[in-house]
C-alpha cells in the first residue's frame, strides 16, 4: 500500500478532469459517499450522473477502482484535500503525483503509510489514555514534511522560505515537471525511509518544513488533551 496526498486551492473542476484523465491502471471506476459503491450503475463514464454528484457533494465524496480508494474532502474556505491509498507498484504511484501535478496541487506526496506516521502523527500517554493526534499538516503555516517522493511547487516553498536547491542537493533525485511543479524522490523505494535518517536530519535544518521532533517535548509537558 502506498498513501498519498494532495492539497488544492479549491478548484474542484481541474481535479476532477486529472482523475478522468489517469491511465486505466491508475483511474477511478465509481464514485460514492462510503468506501464503497452504493450501486455499480455510479460510475464515472456516466458523466452526467457523475457531474450530478460532484454538483451535490459539498463535503466530499470517493472516487474507487480496483486497488484504488481517492478520498476528497471539501470545506468552505479552505483547501481541497484529497487522500489517495494505492496498490500499486511505486513506478505507478510516481507516475500518479507527476500526472496530477498537471493539477496545480498546492503541495503533495506519496509514501509508505508508516512513514506518513513518523512525520505527522504523535502519541502521548496521559493517565490511563493514549492520545494520537495529526498534526503538521496546514500548509499555511509550513511545508507539511519532506517524503519518499514530494510533490514541491515553487510557490510553496517561496512562501515559507524553503530554498530548492538545498532540498535538491540531499534528494535523490529532482524532476523540474514546469510549471513551477517540482518533484524530490529521497530514497528509491517507499519502505527504505526506516533504513536511513537522511530525511529527518534534513528536515531539522531547513526553515519552512513541519519538524515532529520538535514539538515532541511539548507532549511531555501537555496536562489534558487540548
Same mark, same amino acid.
Given at each position: 500500500m502506498i498513501e498519498a496526498g494532495l492539497e488544492f486551492d479549491g478548484a474542484i473542476d481541474r481535479l476532477v478532469k486529472a482523475f478522468i484523465d489517469l491511465p486505466a491502471q491508475l483511474r477511478p471506476v465509481h464514485f460514492s459517499h462510503e468506501e464503497k459503491p452504493a450501486s455499480d450503475a455510479d460510475r464515472i463514464a456516466? =458523466?452526467?450522473?457523475?457531474?450530478?454528484?460532484? =454538483?451535490?457533494?459539498?463535503?466530499?465524496?470517493?472516487?474507487?477502482? =480496483?486497488?484504488?480508494?481517492?478520498?476528497?474532502?471539501?470545506?468552505?474556505?479552505?483547501p481541497l484535500i484529497c487522500d489517495c491509498f494505492l496498490e500499486v507498484a511505486p513506478e505507478a504511484a510516481e507516475y500518479f503525483l507527476r500526472h496530477m501535478s498537471k493539477a496545480m496541487p498546492i503541495f503533495g506526496f506519496a509514501c509508505a503509510p508508516g512513514e506518513r506516521e513518523r512525520r505527522n502523527r504523535v502519541t502521548t500517554q496521559q493517565g490511563a489514555s493514549k492520545i494520537e493526534s495529526w498534526v503538521g499538516r496546514d500548509t499555511q503555516r509550513y511545508v507539511p514534511g519532506l517524503y519518499w517522493l514530494t510533490l514541491l511547487p515553487e510557490a510553496l516553498a517561496r512562501q515559507h522560505g524553503l530554498p530548492l536547491a538545498a532540498v535538491s542537493a540531499l534528494a535523490r533525485q529532482h524532476i523540474d515537471l514546469g510549471n513551477g511543479q517540482h518533484l524530490f524522490r529521497f530514497y528509491e523505494r517507499p519502505e527504505e525511509w526506516q533504513e536511513t535518517s537522511v530525511v529527518t536530519d534534513l528536515i531539522a535544518t531547513l526553515p519552512g518544513v513541519f519538524d515532529v521532533e520538535k514539538i515532541k517535548p511539548q507532549l511531555i509537558a501537555a496536562t489534558n488533551f487540548l
Open positions: 456516466d =458523466s452526467k450522473r457523475f457531474a450530478a454528484f460532484v =454538483s451535490k457533494s459539498k463535503s466530499g465524496f470517493f472516487l474507487l477502482g =480496483s486497488g484504488l480508494t481517492y478520498s476528497v474532502r471539501i470545506a468552505t474556505g479552505k
